[in-house]
T-cell receptor, first 108, second 111 residues
Framework: AQRVTQPEKLLSVFKGAPVELKCNYSYSGSPELFWYVQYSRQRLQLLLR??SRESIKGFTADLNKGETSFHLKKPFAQEEDSAMYYC??????????FGKGTHLIIQP | NAGVTQTPKFQVLKTGQSMTLQCAQDMNHNSMYWYRQDPGMGLRLIYY???????DKGEVPNGYNVSRLNKREFSLRLESAAPSQTSVYFCASSPSGGNPDFGPGTRLTVL
């Protein structure tokens, strides 16, 4: 069965500091991985996907198949980055599986 | 395009009451989903519909039923609400799998 693990429920960093949100996955096939962001009381929005290898709002994520990880990184945190972040894995017939989420708080 | 819409936005029920959460999408997507979001639990799939006319159970289907009324609409019904069903419910849709677009959510409280 596919699984997504986000080990940190809460991550608090100061403005301007680097951010890394961890995500590990378990999947037998070739995974398709995503990061979603949810700002306070809003709908989930797709932040980025690994196949596009893009940078959105300064965030990047690299798929490391050897370590089965898809960590989300940003070199300099901004206060508007405060939100819930969910890592998700698309497993074909098994659908989209989400991690439990990490609440990122950026302190001024 | 309105994207994925959900009604109602908020609802308070008493234990044992029934209600239906409505979801519609105007993107001609084949697949639709219902998730619940609970603190510390992330998003868990309740039911999904891979295409019009089909529905399948997700991770937490107990206490819920769904109807894929047509390609646009996918409703979630609680026949006899319980306090454990207090949650935020998100509907989502995607073309045929892959990352979905989410609705704004329905915040349900069961007393």
């Amino acid at each position: 069965a596919q699984r997504v693990t986000q080990p940190e429920k809460l991550l608090s960093v100061f403005k301007g500091a680097p951010v890394e949100l961890k995500c590990n996955y378990s999947y037998s096939g070739s995974p398709e991985l995503f990061w979603y962001v949810q700002y306070s009381r809003q709908r989930l929005q797709l932040l980025l996907r690994h196949i596009s290898r893009e940078s959105i709002k300064g965030f990047t994520a690299d798929l490391n198949k050897g370590e089965t990880s898809f960590h989300l990184k940003k070199p300099f945190a901004q206060e508007e980055d405060s939100a819930m972040y969910y890592c998700a894995l698309w497993g074909g017939a098994d659908g989209l599986t989400f991690g439990k989420g990490t609440h990122l708080i950026i302190q001024p | 395009n309105a994207g994925v819409t959900q009604t109602p936005k908020f609802q308070v029920l008493k234990t044992g009451q029934s209600m239906t959460l409505q979801c519609a999408q105007d993107m001609n997507h084949n697949s639709m989903y219902w998730y619940r979001q609970d603190p510390g639990m992330g998003l868990r799939l309740i039911y999904y519909s891979a295409s019009e006319g089909t529905t399948d159970k997700g991770e937490v289907p107990n206490g819920y039923n769904v109807s894929r009324l047509n390609k646009r609409e996918f409703s979630l019904r609680l026949e006899s609400a319980a306090p454990s069903q207090t949650s935020v419910y998100f509907c989502a849709s995607s073309p045929s799998g892959g990352n979905p677009d989410f609705g704004p959510g329905t915040r349900l409280t069961v007393l």
